[in-house]
């Protein structure tokens, strides 16, 4: 079967289309014939080699994680065959790292990808939603609603979210609903964001309001906050889904809630809640252009999610 792989460590530039043999199911397994995938960080940051000493790789490695297709081989699962299904899993080299309920992957950027099946990640897709929606939804979704029910924002309540134009915050805008939501951007990113129900956009770069009650962050180091936290009221919150984990001493605030958002084990619902969502998507590409694609996010802006159809 053809798949993206990477041969080493090293940018999406250096990852190529190849040929690598079908993987097979295990008990409890299904094999999908692969229809779609969005690109996520994980793509870009586990092959690169920044984290290679807490996640080592073997080679090659194929990345992926949010997919929909239609399930071909499955031993001992809740699945028959045939069955079209949507979700999101990770490489099985983080596994120590992935929850207690594991959603693992032989790496969905592929003709062909082999996923755990009992996980709440992976899910039959409703027909009202569409393959290229179910393929983007996965992972912008499932934060989407951790960050929701761990910052519990109160109508009237004003929230700034920081990277909104990214899969998450485009996927989170229209959750904040009876909130005064305050939207980082580019110029020519107001209109979709008015539109996701941002009321106020400010560019990157620009001072944030201040006395604002919730700071989303969606794209900054943990250890870059410190900004966003002087925007925080006394007693508000920060949430952020980047890494490193915070610490205190990044932001020099002892009087506003700090915490790293991270749902590994579905705590907050799995893909069948998801599917309730509708994602942003930025472009499109033919799977002969996966590679394209990935640099793409690697080192350009977009708005909404980048999906790999696989014909």
Known sequence: ??????????????????????????????????????????????????????????????????????????????????????????????????????????????????????????????????????????????????????????PGETVLVIGATGGVGTTVLPLLTHTNVIATGRPGDQDLLHGLGAETVVDYEDDYPADVDVVLNLVLPTDRLQRAATALRPGGRLFTITFPPPRPGMIDRDDIRFELVLDLDGRFGGMAEVAALRPTIAATYPFANAVQALTDFAHHHTVGKLVVTIP
């Open 1 to 154: 079967m053809k798949a993206v792989i990477a041969n080493d460590y090293g940018p999406p530039e250096s990852f190529t289309i190849a040929e690598i043999p079908v993987p097979e199911p295990g008990p409890g397994q299904i094999q999908v014939r692969i229809d779609a995938v969005s690109i996520n960080p994980g793509d870009i940051v586990i092959p690169s080699g920044a984290y290679r000493a807490q996640t080592p790789l073997t080679f090659p490695h194929v990345p992926g994680n949010d997919f929909v297709g239609t399930v071909t081989k499955q031993s001992d699962s809740p699945y028959e065959v045939g069955d079209q299904i949507f979700g999101h899993a990770v490489p099985r080299a983080l596994k120590a790292m992935a929850g207690a309920n594991p959603s693992m992957t032989t790496g969905a950027l592929a003709e062909y990808a082999v996923f755990e099946a009992g996980t709440p990640f992976i899910t039959r897709r409703p027909p009202e939603l569409s393959p290229i929606d179910a393929a983007a939804l996965p992972t912008a979704g499932l934060t989407a609603r951790a960050l929701i029910a761990t910052a519990q924002p109160q």
